[in-house]
């Protein structure tokens, strides 16, 4: 039996996650966490029965209490709660689907807990990955990723030696503005950017993917997930989404994981590495599919990728700073406040005005959040 924490439960990452807890009798779920979705975490109670339950506030905890007030149930709240559900001592993986940098914190005591991490939390690598992989290395935990791209090259990595590899080719879909130029993008609509072709997604991670900021997150993450130079991951747009990613080794040989998309394949891998289990998914016909195509990223009309590699080059606390306008670029945007275009925008602008910061500690990490937050309010709202 293999007990976990769902950190993030109510979202995409999380409920998909509870669907392969449903789908398998030696899985148990020994704490859960949501920020505000009350409801739904009482009815995630009432199934799956943790030991322990966090959300965002004392308020919403007192909320949950009188739901639950039938359960074998501990509700906690805020950080010291969620940091509680990351170190449990019954789980053995903790599943961090939080988003945003609020999963930093817990990430890490988990991993002193000597906790694997099933990690679908972007944030955490993109902004800390310099403190996170060596913890990981000094507590021997298993940084498993969630990401369907990210588990597609830990799965072509699979007994394959990390110093053979030439090239980490990372693929996009392109979004649903694929082949677009700024110009044709300026009157884009909340409701068209959610439109991904071929994800379901959270609201959040959808925009980021419209703006092609996702795949630069996702470039920052590989660099520390696979210890490789920048230079060497390369961005392939792939529209039909089936090979998840590949990865080209020094011979020239490349292997690739390919499937139809589906996160709780990923999910389901992460939980049970090294062992594959069988799930009840769409399998990919080759001949109903009959061609994949390939396309070079666009940079000039897709600048949050560019982007975010000059913050990947710059490094320091210059991820962060992408990061965190990013977050509030996108809230903006969903609450129409801002344009489609105006979200690379902010995030050049706060690139520009942090103050460089070569290795920055946890404080730090999260006062760069802070200031970004104050600098994009103090304009924006």
């Known amino acids: ?53 966090c959300v965002g506030s004392d308020e919403l ?50 991993i002193r ?3 694997d991490i ?23 935990v298993k940084i498993l990723p969630v990401d369907s791209e990210h588990s597609a ?29 700024t110009e044709q993008m300026k009157a884009v609509k909340v409701e068209d950017a959610l439109k991904h ?9 959808t925009i980021d993917s419209a703006t092609m900021v996702n795949k630069g997150l996702e470039v920052m993450e590989a660099r520390w997930l696979f210890d490789v130079e920048l230079s060497d991951i390369c961005v392939i747009v792939h529209p039909q989404s089936v090979i998840h990613s590949m990865v080209q080794f020094v011979d020239g040989g490349i292997i690739a994981q390919l499937g139809m998309p589906d996160m709780r394949l990923p999910i389901q891998y992460a939980l049970y590495y090294p062992d594959r289990r069988f799930l009840d998914s769409k399998r990919l ?4 599919l009959q061609s994949m195509t390939f396309e070079k990223p666009d940079l000039e009309n897709f600048k949050g990728l560019a982007l975010a590699y000059q913050a990947a080059e710059r490094g320091g606390n210059i991820p962060t700073a992408f990061n965190a306008a990013n977050e509030k670029a996108v809230a903006l945007f969903l609450d129409g406040k801002i344009g489609f275009l105006q979200i690379p925008q902010l995030i050049e602008r706060a690139m ?27 304009r924006w709202e």
Not at 67 to 92: H, N, P, W, Y
Request: a neutral charge; one cysteine or more; hydrophobic letters at 45%.
């Open 1 to 53: 039996m293999k007990y976990i924490s769902v950190l993030g439960s109510t979202g995409s990452i999380g409920t998909q996650t509870l669907d392969v807890v449903r789908k398998n009798n030696d899985l148990k779920v020994a704490a859960l966490s949501a920020g505000s979705n009350v409801k739904l975490l009482a009815e995630q109670i009432r199934e799956f029965r943790p030991l322990l339950a």
């Open 61 to 110: 905890a007192e909320e949950l209490k009188l739901l639950t007030k039938d359960c074998f149930v501990r509700i906690v709240s805020g950080m010291e709660g969620l940091i509680e559900a990351a170190v449990i001592k019954e789980a053995q993986i903790v599943v961090t689907a939080i988003v945003g940098m609020i999963g930093i914190r817990p990430t890490i005591a988990a």
């Open 113 to 115: 807990a000597g906790k």
């Open 118 to 140: 099933a990690l679908a939390n972007k944030e955490t690598l993109v902004t800390a990955g310099h403190i996170i992989m060596p913890l990981a290395s000094e507590y021997r």
């Open 153 to 181: 090259i830990f799965q072509s990595l699979n007994g394959e030696p990390r110093a053979k590899i030439e090239k980490i080719l990372l693929t996009a879909s392109g979004g649903p503005f694929r082949g677009r130029t």
């Open 197 to 205: 072709p071929n994800w379901a997604m959270g609201r959040k991670i």
């Open 285 to 288: 016909d080759f001949f109903a």
């Open 352 to 378: 520009e005005e942090t103050n460089y910061i070569e290795n920055p500690s946890v404080e730090e990490i999260l006062a760069t959040e802070r200031s970004v937050y104050e600098l994009i309010e103090s």
